[in-house]
């Protein structure tokens, strides 16, 4: 039975990873649930799973959980404990299936404790890379890809030479306003962007994929994930969100990985890998499939993917401006603060106000997404 820790378990991906858990009785131990502050259903988890540690990142919640006299389970709250839960003793692989930067430090806390890491937080490969490629190298730590396009090329390439790659083909659905222009997107609303045609995930990553800003996440995790170039990586928009990324290699011939849109499929063969198991997804029927289609993505109305082709080739400390200056301008554009469109512009922005500083250390990197990140609500003042 393979002990598993889930950082983020009331998000979208840590909620199906449980389901997950659940269709393979037997498979899994839970021995580490930690999340934010969603208190209710962190309990419900918790009593249900009963793992050894359970953790709360935030002070004020930890305290309603330890109200609720949960039996059997060591509680603990606080951002530190979060990051320490990462490399609970006895746990094999670690799911880190929280949102944005914050699952930088207890991603390579799990590293240097040698612990396998199931890798849904994409922002950790985007701010810091080679950082952690380099430490996963050293600590002879696998990171199993758990996005599905990222999942797709690592099924894709099991047995090849990753040097006989030619080309990623990384495909994007096109979000909600695929086709539109800026004039259209001027005035969307909250509810247009969240209103994702294939994939029922988490809102930050839903205005991320319709500005293009996740796909432009996920161009900078290949580089690093498969040791490629960027002029290695093309994205291609395929709305159906059947073929979930493909790879070209050097002789023209090209292998896709194909299945039905359900993110519970690459969570589990990140959790089972190198083993398949029956799963409850919907199993595609080619009878049924009238047409799959592929496009170019429109950079020009969303210039999320071109920043961060920009950003990665200038490396260094520019993906984590990057990656800073979305998240701040996402939170105000749910809080209804500025337009949809206006999310580039605290984006270029900031990348325009930083020096890039090469071969970042993790110190540089916090002290740089905190620089950035007020640096952005000053954009934000702006913009108001």
């Known amino acids: 039975m393979k002990k598993i820790a889930i950082l983020g378990s009331t998000g979208s991906i840590g909620t199906q990873a449980l389901d997950v858990v659940r269709n393979l009785p037997g498979e899994f131990k839970i021995s580490v649930l930690a999340a934010n502050s969603n208190v209710e259903l962190f309990a419900k988890q918790v009593?249900?799973?009963?793992?050894?540690?359970?953790?709360?990142?935030?002070?004020?919640?930890?305290?309603?959980?330890?109200?609720?006299?949960?039996?059997?389970?060591?509680?603990?709250?606080g951002r530190q404990a979060f990051i320490d839960a990462a490399a609970f003793d006895g746990v094999e692989i670690v799911l880190t299936s929280m949102s944005g930067f914050a699952g930088l430090e207890p991603t390579i806390k799990a590293v240097k404790a040698?612990?396998?890491?199931?890798?849904?937080?994409?922002?950790?490969?985007?701010?810091?890379?080679?950082?952690?490629?380099n430490l996963a190298k050293e600590h002879g730590v696998k990171i199993l890809p758990v996005d599905s396009e990222h999942g797709a090329f690592f099924q894709c390439l099991q047995g090849e030479n990753y040097k006989s790659v030619e080309k990623l083909l990384l495909t994007a659905s096109g979000g909600p306003f695929r086709g539109k222009t800026r004039a259209d997107l001027q005035n969307a609303t909250?509810?247009?962007?969240?209103a994702h045609p294939t994939w029922n995930m988490g809102k930050k990553i839903t205005v991320d994929s319709a500005s293009l800003v996740n796909k432009g996440l996920?161009?900078?995790?290949?580089?690093?994930?498969?040791?490629?170039?960027?002029?290695?990586?093309?994205?291609?928009?395929?709305?159906?969100s059947i073929v979930h990324s493909m790879v070209e290699f050097v002789d023209g011939s090209i292998i896709a990985q194909l299945a039905a849109p359900d993110m519970r499929l690459p969570i589990q063969y990140a959790l089972t890998y190198p083993n398949r198991k029956i799963s409850p997804i919907k199993h595609l029927n080619f009878w049924e499939i009238k047409n799959l289609t592929f496009e170019k993505p429109d950079v020009e109305t969303f210039k999320g993917l071109k920043f961060a082709y920009d950003a990665g080739k200038i490396g260094g400390t520019a993906?984590?401006?990057?990656?800073?200056?979305?998240?701040?301008?996402?939170?105000?554009?749910?809080?209804?603060?500025?337009?949809?469109?206006?999310?580039?512009?605290?984006?270029?922005?900031?990348?325009?106000?930083?020096?890039?500083?090469?071969n970042p250390s993790l110190e540089i990197l916090l002290q740089e997404d905190k620089i950035v990140r007020n640096l952005s609500e000053k954009f934000l003042k702006n913009i108001a």
Do not use: M
């Open 190 to 194: 909250v509810k247009e962007v969240l």
């Open 319 to 358: 993906p984590c401006v990057f990656n800073a200056a979305n998240e701040i301008a996402v939170a105000a554009f749910l809080a209804g603060k500025i337009n949809f469109l206006q999310i580039y512009y605290v984006i270029e922005n900031a990348l325009n106000a930083r020096a890039v500083i090469k």
């Open 218 to 240: 996920e161009v900078i995790e290949a580089k690093f994930l498969y040791g490629v170039e960027y002029e290695q990586i093309q994205v291609v928009v395929h709305p159906q």
């Open 47 to 77: 009593e249900e799973f009963q793992p050894e540690l359970a953790v709360l990142a935030d002070e004020s919640a930890y305290k309603v959980l330890k109200e609720k006299n949960l039996r059997g389970v060591e509680i603990a709250g």
């Open 114 to 133: 040698k612990k396998n890491i199931a890798l849904a937080n994409k922002e950790t490969l985007v701010v810091a890379g080679e950082l952690i490629i």
